[in-house]
């Protein structure tokens, strides 16, 4: 049981390339996050999928593409990156969608645009 | 728009001794949820603690405890008996009841547990 996996780990990106970071998770949840976390910043989040099919902005959505592939996969999208993209980005999880639902944490991904 | 201050970045503790992180919140919502995380320099976030906004009693987990004063809107971290493995980044969270996907979260207190 692997839990909230995200790949790469670090990347590093010149100014209008494009790129997705993938996430899964084997937990059997409904319900999927993505969040960026700047340099002494709380977590933000981007977007999420409450639940299969479905996606919705978060709070700062401008700049991604999510894709929520099936009940396990989620994937972040930038299609050209920016230097203020650069941050650590976190895929979570959680049964359901309900704010007593514990959100399980993915280990990040560290992505530099130069 | 829901704001949680954390008005400490940085706190330092004795091992074996108590420290106190503190965070306030705003929101105009009666029943909501609150967290604390802990986040090691290997970036994985750790869920510490839960409180439920409806519930008076102060949530607590081994040596980690809240004091919950939703009239004060504050909701503080206790650590107890301090060790070298609380050393981390520790982040307060609001979660709404419902459309809960929408988690506001503090920018986080840094603690350094000195030996």
């Known amino acids: 049981n692997a839990g909230v996996t995200q790949t790469p780990k670090f990347q590093v990106l010149k100014t209008g390339q494009s790129m997705t970071l993938q996430c899964a998770q084997d937990?059997?949840?409904?319900?999927m996050y993505w969040y960026r976390q700047d340099p002494g910043m709380g977590l933000r989040l981007i977007y999420y999928?409450?639940?299969?099919?479905?996606?919705d902005k978060g709070e700062v959505p401008n700049g991604y593409n999510v894709s929520r592939l099936n009940k396990r996969e989620f994937s972040l999208r930038l299609e050209s990156a920016a230097p203020s993209q650069t941050s650590v980005y976190f895929c979570?999880?959680?049964?359901?969608?309900?704010?007593?639902?514990?959100?399980?944490f993915g280990p990040g991904t560290r992505l530099t645009v130069l | 728009a829901q704001t949680v201050t954390q008005s400490q970045p940085e706190m330092s503790v004795q091992e074996a001794e108590t420290v106190t992180l503190s965070c306030t919140y705003d929101?105009?919502?009666?029943?909501?949820?609150l967290f604390w995380y802990k986040q090691p320099p290997s970036r994985q976030m750790i869920l510490v603690i839960r409180?439920?906004?409806?519930?008076?009693q102060n949530a607590t987990e081994n040596r980690f405890s809240v004091n919950f004063q939703k009239a004060a809107k504050s909701f503080s971290l206790k650590i107890s008996d301090s060790q070298l493995g609380d050393a981390a980044m520790y982040f307060c969270?609001?979660?709404?009841?419902?459309?809960?996907?929408?988690?506001?979260f503090g920018d986080g207190t840094t603690l350094t547990v000195k030996p």
């Open positions: 409180q439920e906004a409806y519930k008076q």
């Open positions: 979570a999880s959680s049964e359901g969608y309900r704010g007593t639902d514990t959100q399980y």
């Open positions: 937990m059997n949840h409904n319900s």
């Open positions: 929101t105009s919502e009666s029943d909501y949820y």
């Open positions: 999928s409450a639940s299969e099919g479905t996606t």
């Open positions: 969270a609001y979660r709404r009841l419902t459309n809960a996907g929408k988690s506001t």
